[in-house]
């Protein structure tokens, strides 16, 4: 799915503007708009999803994103931002329908830890790519259909091994809670139960989707600000730490049995990102970090609690409580509000804040994000220790 997502953003399009605003923020905005429309689009969707059709979807959804590039590729500037707009939108659809395959299980977070690894390396793979393909002699306008088109082998050997999995066995079921399709109503009762603790967690995963968008579509920008751009391999060789590190840590919580106490561990290793992010980040504006050593760390304390909030701690939670739902209402509640942010966040960097580079622009952020990340995620953590407490004094009293 990165590569019909990220590899435009390896262009720079230098030159171009519109209405004052830079064209590859327009297009970063445009593809972000669309995906979060289809956030806000999946809440009601993605929760109701039956598993007969999966497997289609995804062709469908990844083939309709591949057509808008090349509607990208042969419509003439400026309108062919709008083709960026229509690739987000089936895109936003690909994460909750492939990780409801594997939520629910005892291994849900080496499952998780896995498809997670998988998509901090696609994004720089995908980018390098993007790169080798400029540099190739691919224009910037027809390089991401290009790089889409050289992955299609891929995604047809990928869904079909996804349509492999069996179903969560009884044990699976007995360590977590079953999932179930949601109605309107089953989210609304489900949202109002925790919806102090929900709130909270969408802040944090706000947050954090702002700081890693930035990194992550001006991946370029930041590393050529550091002296480096012209090593476009760095943009995967970088990465691979911090997946390594990222599927360590999460995968070793399927080694806690109880639901809550890998819940708060959860947040536990938010705190502890949050604290990378801001300590790696100081060190390098110190000069005891070099920038390589500072974007992997500063990287592995933005990823782990990125990935932990991409389904592995709404999947605890549900367990924890016993609660009836799936992890795609919860999911696709906070990647919408996350989004939403994320292109508020580039307007207000391209009007309020256009003098910054985007280096200076990146560790702003990190330092702004880490205190409220820390803030948000104590006070989570308190209220959901208060909820237990709260529902098993009362399953006490009813005995």
Known sequence: ?????????????????????????????????????????????????????????????????????????????PLNAIWLFFN???????????????????????????????????????????????????SEWWMPAVAGLLFFPLLFLSVWALEQLPQPSSSDLDARS???????????????????????????????????????????EIWTDLGLGSQ?????????????LTLAGISALILL??????????LALSI??????????????????????WMVLSGFGLFLPYVIFNGVLFDRLLGAFRERGNVGFLMYLADAVGYLGSVGVLLW???????????????????ICAGLILLLTTTAWRYFLVKKKTIESHARQSV
């Open 1 to 77: 799915m990165y590569a019909f997502r990220k590899p435009f953003t390896a262009g720079a399009y230098e030159g171009l503007s519109l209405w004052g605003v830079q064209f590859k923020i327009i297009l970063v905005v445009a593809q972000v708009a669309g995906y979060a429309l289809s956030k806000f689009i999946g809440i009601r969707i993605i929760s109701g999803m039956k598993t007969l059709y999966r497997g289609r979807y995804l062709l469908v959804l990844i083939g309709v994103a591949w057509l808008s590039l090349v509607g990208f590729a042969l419509t003439p500037f």
């Open 178 to 220: 079953e999932r179930f399709p949601m109605t309107g109503a089953d989210r609304k009762a489900l949202f109002l139960r925790f919806a102090p603790g929900l709130m909270l967690l969408t802040g944090i995963y706000l947050l954090l989707t702002i700081v890693r968008d930035v990194r992550d579509n001006f991946a370029v």
């Open 88 to 138: 987000g939108l089936p895109l936003g659809m690909i994460w909750g329908l492939v990780f409801s395959y594997l939520e629910g299980r005892r291994t849900t977070e080496i499952l998780a830890a896995v498809l997670s690894v998988n998509f901090i390396i696609s994004s720089g793979f995908v980018k390098t790519v993007g790169r080798w393909l400029l540099d190739a002699g691919i």
């Open 232 to 244: 476009p391999a760095l943009l995967t060789t970088a990465e691979m730490p911090i997946a390594v």
């Open 257 to 266: 049995r109880d639901n809550f106490t890998a819940f708060r561990v959860n």
């Open 349 to 367: 960097r391209n009007f309020g804040a256009g003098q910054l580079r985007w280096l200076d622009f990146y560790t702003f952020l990190c330092y």
């Open 272 to 293: 502890g990102g949050a604290l990378l992010l801001a300590a790696s980040t100081w060190s390098f504006q110190a000069g005891y970090l070099g920038p390589v050593i």
